[in-house]
């Protein structure tokens, strides 16, 4: 059965940093792209970053460039989001995906 999961997401004040994880099963890890996504309340879904298999190409919205890093593990199935320099309008839930698939999300909330 295929299946994500994400974890990391906490209260954090503005400035703060926090790394986000995605655990995958189900699938071939290793030959699939992933992808993080978030939605603020009262918005859409909208698209934050990617990375090719292998981890040899990432994109990112340009809105996060340069605070939002991707990397994965395929060792360990994961794909992580390393988010520094957190603002309150980073406050979203945070979905991983693949293939398609989506995660429940977790919630990351950026406050003092």
């Known amino acids: 059965q295929q299946h994500i999961v994400e974890s990391g997401g906490v209260l954090v004040q503005p400035g703060g940093s926090l790394r986000l994880a995605c655990t995958a099963s189900?699938?071939?890890?290793?030959?699939?792209?992933m992808g993080w996504h978030r939605q603020a309340p009262g918005k859409a879904r909208e698209y934050v970053a990617s990375?090719?298999?292998?981890?040899?190409?990432?994109w990112y919205v340009d809105s996060v460039k340069g605070r939002f890093t991707i990397a994965r593990d395929d060792a360990k199935n994961a794909v992580y989001l390393q988010i520094d320099n957190l603002k309150p309008e980073d406050t979203a839930v945070y979905y991983c995906?693949?293939?398609?698939?989506w995660g429940p999300g977790t919630q990351v909330t950026v406050s003092s």
């Open positions: 995906s693949a293939r398609g698939l």
């Open positions: 189900g699938f071939i890890f290793s030959q699939s792209y």
């Open positions: 990375v090719t298999t292998g981890g040899f190409v990432s």
